[in-house]
């Protein structure tokens, strides 16, 4: 796992280019670990996860370490990619996915907490656990649908099939498409304008949005509210809006 910091932003580098970065428990521990220091720190306002090289984002999980699981092996493996990949949808800090190649299972599955996905034109996205006679461990069935919608996610489910970029981005699993190599430049665009944003709004944005996935729409227009005049306790929505009246960029 690699870690760059640099100006409110950090980078965190699957690195494990010689089996495409597949995910294996040691991964998902050091992953988890990386982001709970990231989490903690007050210099860092976004982060950005990728994979080395541009061959994958993150090619799967480790098939490898995979085929004598018994059950309850099974179980503490999907726990903990639940664990990680649950870690980054509840982070404050918004979290982008540079996807650059294969991001297929766990791969995809670890896109799929991210707050908004950026893909490269080679970008191949798919979940094909049911081939290996599985399904999908880390998240796949749950934020997927909730994603694309239930009819998508049983198409790409249960045919295993992969998708190209320009097809995610049609059906709303990315949200960006950008030509090769340029995956990781543009995520860091996006970083860039929420930098110059509040980082209180932008918290309990992410918050309010998470939050409200799961709830009737009347109780997430009552968490809305709350939120919205949470904000006017918070110095920044007095510096933000001055700014604006003055006609001048806000000091966060």
Do not use: W
């Not at 991964?27 to 007050?42: A, D, Q, T």
């Not at 908004?116 to 798919?126: D, M, P, Q, S, T």
């Not at 709004?201 to 005049?229: C, H, M, W, Y």
Request: aromatic share 4%.
């Amino acid at each position: 796992m690699l870690t760059e910091k640099d100006g409110g932003v950090a980078l965190v580098t699957v690195n494990r280019p010689q089996v495409l970065n597949a995910l294996n428990r040691e991964v998902l521990l050091k992953l988890r670990k990386v982001l709970e220091e990231l989490e903690s720190s007050p210099d860092i306002r976004v982060v950005i996860i990728t994979g080395a090289g541009d061959k994958s984002f993150v090619a799967g999980a480790d098939i490898a370490g995979m085929v004598e699981m018994t059950p309850d092996d099974a179980r503490e493996f999907s726990r903990l990619g639940h664990e990680t990949f649950g870690f980054i949808d509840a982070m404050t800090k918004p979290v982008i996915a540079a996807i650059n190649g294969y991001a297929l299972g766990g791969g995809l599955e670890l896109a799929l907490a991210c707050d908004i996905r950026v893909a490269a034109e080679n970008a191949r996205l798919g979940q094909p656990e049911v081939g290996l006679g599985i399904i999908p461990g880390f998240g796949g069935t749950q934020r997927l649908s909730r994603l694309v919608g239930p009819g998508r996610a049983k198409d790409l489910i249960l045919t295993g099939r992969t998708v190209t970029a320009g097809e995610a981005l049609s059906m709303g699993l990315v949200e960006y498409v950008v030509p090769q190599g340029e995956a990781l430049s543009f995520a860091r665009r996006v970083a860039s304008q929420i930098l110059e944003k509040s980082p209180s709004a932008v918290t309990r944005a992410k918050s309010a949005i998470n939050r409200g996935l799961d709830i009737p729409l009347e109780q997430g227009l009552r968490l809305e509210e709350e939120e919205f005049s949470l904000c006017f306790s918070h110095p920044d929505q007095k510096e933000g809006m001055r700014a604006f009246l003055e006609k001048r960029k806000p000091r966060y």
